[in-house]
């Protein structure tokens, strides 16, 4: 697996530029105090697997033969669980009603 670490360094303070952290009264919204402040710079940095060192890579099986489709109650049913969950007010009064007006045996 691939692991990316990513370090951060200081940056110098001879750039042109001075950075401060400023206290600010939330009442008055005034600043009470400066505070110097250093940038940091980060970057990523790759470390890589000992597979992709050694040149071998590991391939995962795919069964294709194996079945994945669903009934369409069972479509419906995860659809309907989903607007529950993540849907609108509206869509969720619909689904409501929806169930309401149905007719079950």
Known sequence: PLHI??????????NGFEYVLAIVDRNTGRPIEFKPAALVSFQPRFQPGEE???G???KS????????SMSFDEMRTERNNLTKSFGSAKNVKKLEAN????ITN
Do not use: A
């Open 5 to 14: 670490d990513h370090v951060g360094i200081e940056e110098p303070p001879g």
């Open 52 to 54: 992709l060192l050694n």
């Open 56 to 58: 071998r890579k590991r």
């Open 61 to 68: 099986f795919t069964n294709y033969s194996q079945d994945f």
């Open 99 to 102: 169930i309401r007006r149905s």
